[in-house]
C-alpha cells in the first residue's frame, strides 16, 4: 500500500509541474500576443477537451508531458 501511495505521490507532483511549465510557455505567448492555438497535458489523443475563443484546451492520455501549439 505504501508502495502504491509513493507512485501516486510522484505522479501527482509530477502531473503538477507538466502543468505549471507548460502554463509559462502559455502565459509568455500570450505576453508576447501570440496565438495560442492548442494547450495540452499529455500526448496522443484527448481524453477531454474545450474550446475558449481561438485556444483549444485538452487533457490527452499519455502523461509524460505537454505542449504548447502556437500559431
Known amino acids: ?23 509559462g510557455h502559455f502565459i509568455l505567448a500570450k505576453l508576447f500576443r501570440i496565438e495560442v492555438l492548442r494547450f495540452s497535458i499529455g500526448f496522443g489523443r484527448f481524453i477531454f477537451k474545450w474550446r475558449r475563443k481561438e485556444t483549444e484546451y485538452g487533457v490527452a492520455w499519455f502523461p509524460l508531458g505537454g505542449y504548447v501549439l502556437m500559431k
Open 1 to 23: 500500500m505504501d508502495i502504491l501511495r509513493g507512485v501516486a505521490g510522484i505522479g501527482f507532483c509530477l502531473g503538477v509541474a507538466i502543468l505549471v511549465h507548460e502554463f
